[in-house]
């Protein structure tokens, strides 16, 4: 069983940065891909990005420009960089790895809440 630990959410003002982790307890990252959802209070959950086992990535509209994923598998790490960063980016952000599973990816973190506001 892989475990995802999501860390460096916070509080941070519309136009701010801040890079999530994502800590997997096994070496997942080189064997499968991993996306990242977030889940604003009383929406649902919406994908942000992936980033495929070949290396290729790919982003929702909404944070294209904005937000950029990367990985780093000699330490079992993910990472999602967020600048420009605006209220509508308000939610709890997901790492969510492994082999597909239906419409999702099979393991998930437990989350990191990311409020923008001034």
């Known amino acids: 069983q892989v475990q995802l630990v999501e860390s460096g959410g916070g509080l941070v003002q519309p136009g701010g940065s801040l890079t999530l982790s994502c800590a997997a307890s096994?070496?997942?990252?080189?064997?499968?891909?991993m996306a990242w959802y977030r889940q604003a209070p009383g929406r649902q959950r919406e994908w942000v990005a992936s980033?495929?086992?070949?290396?290729?990535?790919n982003y929702a509209g909404a944070v294209q420009g904005r937000f950029s994923v990367s990985r780093d598998t000699a330490k079992n790490m993910a990472y999602l960089q967020m600048n420009n960063l605006k209220p509508d980016d308000t939610a709890v952000y997901y790492c969510?790895?492994?082999?597909?599973?239906?419409?999702?990816?099979?393991?998930w973190g437990q989350g990191t809440q990311v409020t923008v506001s001034s």
């Open positions: 096994g070496n997942i990252f080189s064997r499968y891909g």
């Open positions: 969510n790895a492994g082999q597909v599973v239906g419409e999702y990816r099979k393991y």
């Open positions: 980033l495929a086992s070949g290396g290729a990535y």
